[in-house]
């Protein structure tokens, strides 16, 4: 299955300059969802992994159904003020703005194994602020998984020490 066919291109959304891909349509469809979610899944089927760790907020979509699919739980990275409990909170930028990511302190352990989902990686900015509070509480990241990276904003550069998997490779 294609599924760029999936994913809208919304050119100068949500300001000039931004490629915005929009996924929802790839949600919508059971078959693309289902496809999406399967082969995100296959490079970690026989991977010692604690955690699934998704970003706000349509990360959050896919890595539920990806922790599903992998019999593994879920931790969230959300964006200021909305986690209730103590949090530990990192400032970043992303391709369109500035933000503060922060994790309830709790949610990761020390030494534990985890993989961070998100939908795009753009400038790297979001994926970079979520490894340093998985680092801060003391967790061992064993990749980053995304739907579709934009290669000319070379996020990759930001969270290079770390395994990066992409089903969708764009030029941007
Ligand atoms: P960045 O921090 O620049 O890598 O941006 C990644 C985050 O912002 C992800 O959570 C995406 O959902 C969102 N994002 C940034 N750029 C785009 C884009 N062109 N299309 C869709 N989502 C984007």
Same mark, same amino acid.
Not at 4 to 15: E, L, S
Not at 30 to 40: C, D, G, P, T, V
């Given at each position: 299955?294609?599924?760029?066919?999936?994913?809208?291109?919304?050119?100068?959304?949500?300001?000039?300059?931004?490629?915005?891909?929009?996924?929802?349509?790839?949600?919508?469809?059971?078959?693309?969802?289902?496809?999406?979610?399967?082969?995100?899944?296959?490079?970690?089927?026989? *991977?010692?992994?604690? +955690?699934?760790? !998704?970003?706000?907020?349509?990360?959050?979509? /896919? #890595?539920?159904?990806?922790?599903? @699919?992998?019999?593994?739980?879920?931790?969230?990275?959300?964006?200021?003020?909305?986690?209730?409990?103590?949090?530990?909170?990192?400032?970043?930028?992303?391709?369109?703005?500035?933000?503060?990511?922060?994790?309830?302190?709790?949610?990761?352990?020390?030494?534990?194994?985890?993989?961070?989902?998100?939908?795009?990686?753009?400038?790297?900015?979001?994926?970079?602020?979520?490894? *340093?509070?998985?680092? +801060?509480?003391? !967790?061992?990241?064993?990749?980053?998984?995304? /739907? #579709?990276?934009?290669?000319?904003? @070379?996020?990759?550069?930001?969270?290079?020490?770390?395994?990066?998997?992409?089903?969708?490779?764009?030029?941007?």
């Amino acid at each position: 299955m294609d599924l760029r066919t999936k994913i809208k291109n919304i050119p100068n959304w949500p300001k000039k300059g931004v490629n915005f891909k929009d996924i929802t349509p790839l949600l919508e469809n059971a078959k693309s969802f289902q496809y999406a979610i399967n082969q995100l899944a296959k490079p970690f089927k026989n *991977k010692e992994i604690d +955690k699934i760790i !998704g970003i706000d907020a349509r990360g959050f979509l /896919l #890595a539920s159904a990806l922790a599903y @699919k992998l019999n593994l739980g879920i931790a969230i990275v959300r964006k200021q003020g909305k986690l209730p409990r103590k949090t530990v909170s990192t400032n970043y930028s992303l391709e369109y703005g500035k933000n503060l990511l922060e994790i309830h302190q709790d949610a990761v352990k020390a030494k534990e194994t985890i993989l961070i989902v998100d939908d795009v990686l753009a400038t790297g900015g979001t994926s970079w602020a979520t490894m *340093k509070l998985v680092e +801060k509480l003391g !967790g061992k990241i064993i990749g980053f998984t995304f /739907l #579709a990276e934009l290669k000319n904003l @070379k996020g990759r550069k930001k969270i290079k020490n770390y395994p990066i998997y992409s089903l969708l490779s764009y030029e941007k």
